[in-house]
């Protein structure tokens, strides 16, 4: 028997099956413990995430306090999507016309590599819009909390009790409030 005929004996497929879940479980229960040896080990990697969360705070707080602002970032969201599902349609449109046509030819292959550029153009343009309007409905989801927190406790409630209800929110939101924003 040469060693290719083991593929095909029952006993090398059943090793397989249960080789491949006993690694896949083993896995997936180490995988927490590594990832947490990685993120206290590696600090650039904690302080890139830290950044990019009070980044994304004051973002949100620059938008919440502006509502022509958050308006905006809205509609340029809205805008943006429209523009990457046109291009998407665009882009289906083009590879069906090349794909009548036959396939080898070299004009379909040039207008396949615009099909592919223009689908990175899409993926750019959704990820903007997702994140431009990922930031103004966040704004609303923390003004919409404040106002909440207003009504509960009545609009005289006292600052301090505000700015510990806007630390708590965006310490459960962020990561990061107004306490540890400096904190390195």
């Not at 980044?55 to 509502?67: D, F, G, H, S, W």
């Not at 882009?91 to 207008?111: D, G, H, P, R, Y």
């Amino acid at each position: 028997m040469k060693w290719q005929d083991i593929i095909f004996t029952r006993l090398f497929w059943i090793v397989s099956i249960v080789g491949s879940i006993v690694l896949s479980i083993v896995a997936n229960l180490l995988t927490p413990y590594v990832s947490a040896f990685i993120t206290r080990h590696l600090h650039a990697r904690r302080s890139g995430l830290r950044n990019k969360q009070i980044k994304r705070r004051e973002q949100v707080i620059a938008l919440q306090l502006n509502v022509t602002r958050r308006m905006s970032a809205k509609l340029d969201a809205i805008f943006n999507l429209l523009g990457a599902m046109t291009l998407l349609l665009l882009c289906l449109l083009m590879l069906f016309v090349t794909m009548s046509n036959k396939l080898l030819e070299a004009q379909s292959i040039f207008i396949l590599l615009i099909v592919l550029v223009a689908l990175l153009a899409v993926a750019a343009l959704l990820k903007s819009g997702a994140d431009a309007m990922s930031l103004a409905l966040t704004a609303d989801r923390r003004e919409a909390a404040l106002n909440g927190f207003c009504k509960l406790h009545g609009n005289a409630a006292p600052t301090d009790e505000v700015r510990q209800f806007e630390d708590d929110w965006d310490l459960r939101e962020f990561g990061v409030n107004s306490k540890n924003v400096g904190d390195e």
